[in-house]
Structure formats: C-alpha cells, structure tokens
C-alpha cells in the first residue's frame, strides 16, 4: 500500500478498513454518504438532516481539519485540540477501506461533565449505504472498542490512566445495530424505556457496554 494514502496520525489500522483523522479531500464523500435519510434514521439529532454541503463543512471544521474555507463569523466554532495533539477526551475518525476510499464516521466522545465517569467513553459510528453488508461496522465496533481499552486509549484520559468502560445506546427498534454491537463482543446491560425522542417519537435505547476484562477473555473479532 502506498504510504501516502494515510499519512496522519493516530490511525487505527483493521482487516479491512482503517481509521484516521479527516481531512479537506473528505467533504465530498462525507456528503454523498451522509446525505442518505437513513443514515440520519437512527442518529442523534446533532447529525443534519438533509446533510449537505454547509453541513459537511461544519463538521470538518469542528474536526479542526486544515485547508478547509473559513466559517463566517456567526458560524464560529468553538476551539479544542485536534486529535493528533491530546490529551482530549474525544477523538474522530473517518472510516476508509484500504485503498482510501471514505465510507463513513467513527468516534469516542467523554461521558459525564464532573470526571466521575473519567475513564469510559461512548462510542458512535456510521457507515455509508452502499458499504452497507461488508461487515465494517461490527469491524469498527470491536476494533476501536479494543485500540480503546489498549495503552493507545491513555492519549484520551488528562491522567494517562487505561480507559476501562466502551459504552453505546442504540434505539431498540435498530436491529441491525444490535447485532453489529453483540457481534463485536459487547455485553447487553439494560434498556433506558422511553428514553430519547426521534422524529417525533419515543424510542427504548439499549444499552451496551465492553470492558477490559471482556476484551481479555475474549476471542479476537
């Protein structure tokens, strides 16, 4: 493989796919993807929709990605450290296959706002429809969840400390989504009824959680 094609760091190289920081180049397929209403279906409401243009752009911008056009002024995003540079508590990465090619989001965000829940982070992702049947979100799922819990995980924490907890919620109807977690290794915990609101209706949200003992008495995914 050329070594060009993923020259940033951090990166979290898997069988078939690769995460690394976004870059200018993805705009364009980060908008063709993301636009589709049924990526939107099941995300937060922070993830636009319809997505376009303006809406990639904000995100690349929150992503702290250079060469981008600058933001007017009422769009002025409020500044934190890009990834490459922590400690921070959250990190972003655009999913692409081996050849580069962009197929979809993934992150870990911090959880909590008084640092009793320090050392645990909420995973999301997102992959594009027509990746959709390869297998990459269960990849993503497993593979990130472990880099995590590994000692690349401390560049997250102010402390250095091992993150110990990868959790994520995913509305219960999602059935695709929770079999791409149980696939992943991730251990069902719970369900939160009546817990979130989305397009207009209440959804159960299923909890899911991996820890470092699961990930050292399991099986590589």
């Given amino acids: 493989m050329a070594d060009h094609i993923f020259p940033t760091a951090p990166s979290v190289w898997?069988?078939?796919?690769?995460?690394?920081p976004y870059r200018a180049s993805d705009l364009e397929p980060l908008c063709a993807a993301a636009k589709d209403p049924a990526i939107a279906r099941y995300m937060r409401d922070a993830f636009p929709s319809p997505y376009d243009r303006e809406s990639g752009l904000g995100w690349l911008r929150i992503c702290h990605v250079k060469g981008l056009p600058p933001?007017?002024?009422e769009e002025e995003i409020k500044p934190t450290p890009p990834a490459s540079l922590g400690p921070s508590p959250d990190i972003k990465f655009a999913i692409c296959l081996l050849d580069?090619?962009?197929?979809?989001?993934a992150g870990l965000r911090a959880m909590g706002a008084d640092g009793t829940?320090?050392?645990?982070?909420?995973?999301?992702?997102?992959?594009?429809?027509?990746?959709?049947?390869?297998?990459?979100?269960?990849e993503v799922a497993a593979g990130l969840g472990r880099?995590?819990?590994?000692?690349a995980g401390r560049q997250l924490?102010?402390?250095?400390?091992l993150l110990q907890r990868i959790e994520a919620g995913v509305y219960a109807d999602n059935l695709a989504s929770v079999k791409v977690l149980e696939r992943a290794g991730y251990v069902r915990e719970g369900v939160r009824r009546q817990a979130v609101v989305k397009n207009g209706a209440m959804h159960?949200?299923?909890?899911?959680g991996?820890?470092?003992?699961?990930?050292?008495?399991s099986d590589d995914i």
Avoid: M, P
């Fill in 117 to 138: 829940d320090r050392y645990s982070r909420e995973i999301g992702y997102w992959i594009g429809k027509h990746f959709w049947g390869r297998g990459l979100a269960t």
């Fill in 204 to 208: 159960d949200v299923v909890i899911y």
């Fill in 100 to 105: 580069g090619t962009f197929v979809g989001g």
């Fill in 14 to 20: 898997l069988a078939n796919c690769v995460l690394r």
């Fill in 71 to 73: 933001a007017a002024e």
């Fill in 157 to 161: 924490t102010s402390d250095g400390q």
């Fill in 147 to 151: 880099w995590a819990l590994s000692s």
């Fill in 210 to 217: 991996l820890i470092a003992s699961d990930v050292e008495n």
